[in-house]
């Protein structure tokens, strides 16, 4: 087994979602699944040697709920790491989930509700990024304002989604910066913010440990979340597989892992 593990999930035969591990340093596939269900996983991995599995150094994933617990179980030595993107698109998701809650509570022709409808993408920017000295014309509201002037105006329309606002903002500036102490701050702050903030800071502090290994290690996702591409691509090509094995054989060729002359280190379970 490599070091260094990678595990996540994509959309295949029948549209369901299948198991897939690589390796974090080569990023080669490691083994594809047919279910991504817990059951399976271990029976896989029970089949290396307790020694082996003891050589796994990480094991990167997002916060699907029972990965963490599968992975403590069959790689003792091993670090959760959590994947920093899914860690944002936690945050993204849940501001967005109250912008529109808080969009529907005004009229549809009022300044609030234009306010949090037709600018939207500029409260996921990152605030640093924002336009702060240059006016443009809104045919919105018709009048110049800056990005950061339609930003602080939305959120002033709700004091929690204000609050949600600065939440996601300093936790992608932690991530970003690496800073553990704000981190921890964040997890352990006392505002009042919108129910799917307050579910994910939650599944956060359940994953602490995981949160800040995702924070400080170099090992991530990425390389997944590309391999997951290709796979979408291949799907595309073939205009879909009903054959599980079909599609597995198509990727291992895709990623140059069959080789006619040397024999095939992974087998394909189907």
Known sequence: ??????????????????????????????????????????????????????????????????????ARELFPNA??????????QMLTR??????????????????EYKLLKSTWKLYLMKYDKLNKQTPYYDWHFKDYLTQEHVVLDGLDCNKDLENTYWVMQ????????????????????????GKQMHQTLLTFKHNYTGILNGISSSYSNGCLEGVNRKIKQIERTA??????????????????IIKQKEPNNYSLVA
């Open 94 to 111: 849940s501001f967005n989930s109250l912008r529109v809650q808080t969009m529907k509570q005004f009229k549809k022709q009022s300044r």
């Open 170 to 193: 300093d936790f992608r500036t932690a991530i970003k910066n690496k800073d553990e102490k704000q981190i921890i701050h964040l997890l352990h702050s006392k505002q009042a913010v």
């Open 239 to 256: 205009y879909g597989y009903s054959n599980f094995r079909h599609l597995l054989i198509r990727i291992r060729l895709e990623e140059n």
């Open 1 to 70: 087994l490599p070091e260094h593990l990678a595990f996540d999930e994509f959309k295949g035969v029948g549209k369901k979602l299948h198991f897939i591990c690589l390796d974090g340093d080569s990023h080669q596939v490691v083994q594809i699944l047919r279910t991504r269900f817990k059951p399976e996983i271990l029976h896989y991995f029970y089949k290396f040697t307790p020694k082996a599995r003891a050589m796994v150094k990480t094991v990167t994933m997002d916060l699907n709920c029972y990965y963490p617990i599968v």
């Open 79 to 88: 670090q959760i790491v959590i994947d920093r993107f899914h860690m944002v």
